[in-house]
Nanobody, 111 residues
Framework: QVQLVESGGGLVQAGGSLRLSCAASGRTFSSYAMGWFRQAPGKEREFVAA?????WYADSVKGRFTISRDNAKNTVYLQMNSLKPEDTAVYYC???????WGQGTQVTVSS
């Protein structure tokens, strides 16, 4: 059974940084793309970043967020710098190859 577990969320002031982690288990993930999405209150879930043969970012986070992975640890990271209040959301890890989602981790950025 595929399992994705996010961690690293929390409360941070605007301009601060957080690093999210997504630990994957149950299957081999190194050959497949992984991604991060987020959902703010009252809004639809939206794409944030993905990593496969390359990396992709939403325009709203480009230059501030960096996605990376450690295949030996089956873990994907999202380094978030220069955080803004509008980055406040629940952040979800996604493994499209297995149609899997994590449970989410809350990120709150205070102004």
């Amino acid at each position: 059974q595929v399992q994705l577990v996010e961690s690293g969320g929390g409360l941070v002031q605007a301009g601060g940084s957080l690093r999210l982690s997504c630990a994957a288990s149950g299957r081999t993930f190194s050959s497949y793309a992984m991604g991060w999405f987020r959902q703010a209150p009252g809004k639809e879930r939206e794409f944030v970043a993905a990593i496969g043969d390359s990396t992709w970012y939403a325009d709203s986070v480009k230059g501030r967020f960096t996605i990376s992975r450690d295949n030996a640890k089956n873990t994907v990271y999202l380094q978030m710098n220069s955080l803004k209040p509008e980055d406040t959301a629940v952040y979800y890890c996604r493994a499209p190859a297995y149609d899997a989602w994590g449970q989410g981790t809350q990120v709150t950025v205070s102004s």
